[in-house]
């Protein structure tokens, strides 16, 4: 039984990671253009840029099975092509969405340590920069099998390979340091997790839950509804402040899938004359505050570090300085002052 087991446990474990792939792209293709499958909010991207950094890039093909399935499902229940052309296609954006999350992991670990990635600001960049790299390469794979299967036409070739690219960057910078983040493996500022720090982190987190609800999706036809998003930034502030990067994360989560819930429905301030639009406006508000509290609370994080070393180095100086002290004067020395006395 023994020898089945190891040959059993891989294969099993690249059969869950295809699946997880295929449900999260599922819930993105909710969003995407008409007939296509361009979503302008593209959770795969981020969860399979996570699965890589924890699992390693042996699990690519578990990654391309999920997306070939996903894209050949949506293919199918369009009619949009025939059955040779649909499995080429399929085939296409399958292998781009499979490069896409190699070749940011390459890149990243070339250019940052990912294990702190969310502890230093310069690194956040750094993991945007290689995200945006990795998505332009998926979003032209994409798009060319889309053209050469007369899916979409030279008029919005140009509009949709954006939307691909910002919506696979939008995947990514939400998902990946969600996951990463509560995965436990990886390096966030250290903060006591006390009674009353829980009990804030609960507080704010209702606070987000209901302002979102009523910002994205209970609406009104009044005339500051455009402004309304800004209301939210406050309470995103106050998690910045207050929480670890773990914690950070989680509420720009939060509102951002009541930001998706609400315009897909038709809600809130992001709606515009048209679907399309109106999904490009709320790919920017995601993507904008996510890369802004991101980065914020990566800066604090390191100020935090800083601030604890050279804390810890003021105390480890005064020891030396007080037991060279003592040993030059113990006649002279009170232990219970910690000083020389004269």
């Known amino acids: ?6 040959t059993l446990k891989p294969f099993l474990k690249l059969i869950l990671i295809a699946a ?18 361009v ?18 890039y042996r699990i690519w093909p578990a990654i391309w099975l999920g997306a070939f399935i996903a894209n050949a499902v949506v293919f199918a229940s369009n009619n949009v092509a025939t059955t040779p052309c649909l499995i080429g296609m399929s085939a296409t954006i399958a292998t781009g969405n499979t490069l896409e999350a190699l070749v940011c992991l390459y890149l990243i670990n070339k250019t940052i340590d990912i294990k702190e990635f969310l502890e230093k600001h ?11 790299i990795a998505a332009g390469a998926s979003a032209t794979f994409g798009i060319i099998s889309l053209y050469l299967g007369n899916v979409i036409t030279s008029d919005n070739l140009l509009s949709i390979w954006h939307t691909w690219i910002l919506g696979d960057i939008a995947g990514i910078i939400m998902f990946t340091p969600l996951i990463l983040a509560w995965s436990g493996k990886y390096k966030t500022s250290e903060k006591a997790n006390t009674t009353l720090y829980n009990l804030e982190f609960g507080l704010n987190i209702l606070l987000i839950i209901l ?25 995103l502030i106050w998690s910045v402040f207050r929480f670890k990067q773990r914690e950070v994360i989680t509420a720009l989560a939060i509102v951002s899938c009541f930001a998706i819930a609400g315009t897909i429905h ?23 505050i996510t890369v802004s509290f991101l980065s914020l609370s990566a800066s604090l994080a390191e100020q935090r570090i800083i601030r604890n070393i050279l ?3 003021h105390t ?13 004067f113990p006649a002279q020395w009170d232990p219970k002052l910690g000083i020389h006395v004269t």
């Open 211 to 235: 302002l979102s609800y009523f910002l994205f999706i209970y609406s009104t036809q009044a005339n500051l509804v455009k402004l309304r998003p800004y209301m939210i930034l406050p309470f």
């Open 39 to 56: 979503s302008p909010i593209w959770p795969p991207s981020g969860l399979a840029l996570a699965l890589v950094i924890i699992l390693g």
């Open 1 to 6: 039984m023994t020898p089945l087991k190891i």
């Open 311 to 313: 804390e810890d180095s």
């Open 316 to 328: 480890e100086l005064e020891l030396k300085v007080s037991e060279r002290t003592r040993a030059f």
């Open 20 to 37: 997880c792939y295929f449900l999260a792209a599922r819930l993105g293709l909710l969003i995407a253009y008409e007939h296509t499958n």
């Open 122 to 132: 310069q690194y956040i960049f750094w993991f945007i920069a290689s995200s945006v």
């Open 266 to 288: 038709s809600h809130g301030p992001f709606v515009e004359y048209n679907l399309n639009q109106s999904l490009i406006e709320l790919q920017s508000f995601v993507t904008v």
